[in-house]
């Protein structure tokens, strides 16, 4: 599996996995641009709620963070193979 982007947040302290993670304390994994690593004040999932950004800056930050990898990605993104109309004749 890929993942594309790690987010975790502080209050993730009693997340049985964190440890398992790039968030888990003393990990050595950096955060690059094709894997970027975000830390915010909020706990498990709570960056997948858009609404969670409206009461935390922290988690509004993580998720522009975010999008904006997304942008870049999918701008820079080309398919594999170009299909011809005769490919499906």
């Known amino acids: ?10 209050r993730d302290t ?14 050595t994994v950096a955060s690059t641009p094709s894997q970027p690593i975000f830390v915010g004040d909020g706990f498990h ?3 997948l709620k ?11 930050k993580v998720q ?3 999008l904006g990898y997304m942008k870049t990605w ?8 170009h299909f011809k109309r005769d490919d499906f004749d």
Do not use: K
């Open 1 to 10: 599996m890929f993942i594309l982007t790690s987010i975790s947040g502080d």
């Open 14 to 27: 009693g997340d049985p996995w964190r440890d398992a993670t790039v968030s888990a304390d003393n990990h």
């Open 45 to 47: 999932c709570s960056d």
């Open 50 to 60: 858009t609404s969670a950004a409206q009461v935390d800056p922290t988690i509004a």
């Open 64 to 66: 522009t963070a975010a």
């Open 74 to 81: 999918l701008a820079e993104w080309r398919p594999a193979y």
